[in-house]
């Protein structure tokens, strides 16, 4: 894949996101019994949590990319949930320490992806120039 392809990933991310979360809080103005904005948060966080962990263990063994859409999506689902949860959803439910290490979590999974996408690729960029 190009490096193009990664920020084309990361754009088309952050627009889904973005869309997703402007569909739910639509929702959640209209009054309807529809759960909302949490609703929303809490089934994508219990679905982008585990599914983040298993495609981390898969990128480890080299069985995915590092540039792929779902490694790209779900690095940024992680890091956008993990901060809703922490700064706006954390009103929404006790405040216990349990929640929010689990909104911890999912920010250092989300940030452990988005390094090795971007950052790491830098750097292994660099040291190839240097050993040149």
Known sequence: MSKFAK??????????????????????????????????????????????????????FGVIGRAGFV???????????GNYGLFWGIGDIKRDALWVALYWVTIIVGIIILVDIFILEILRISSKKAHK
């Open 7 to 60: 920020w084309w990933n990361l754009v088309l991310s952050a627009a889904i996101l973005a869309a997703l979360s402007t569909y739910f809080a639509r929702i959640a103005n209209q009054g309807s019994d529809v759960p909302g904005l949490f609703g929303f948060f809490f089934v994508s966080w219990a679905i982008c949590l585990p599914a983040s962990m298993l495609i981390v263990l898969l990128r480890l």
């Open 71 to 81: 490694y790209v999506f779900l690095g940024l689902s992680c890091f956008y949930l």
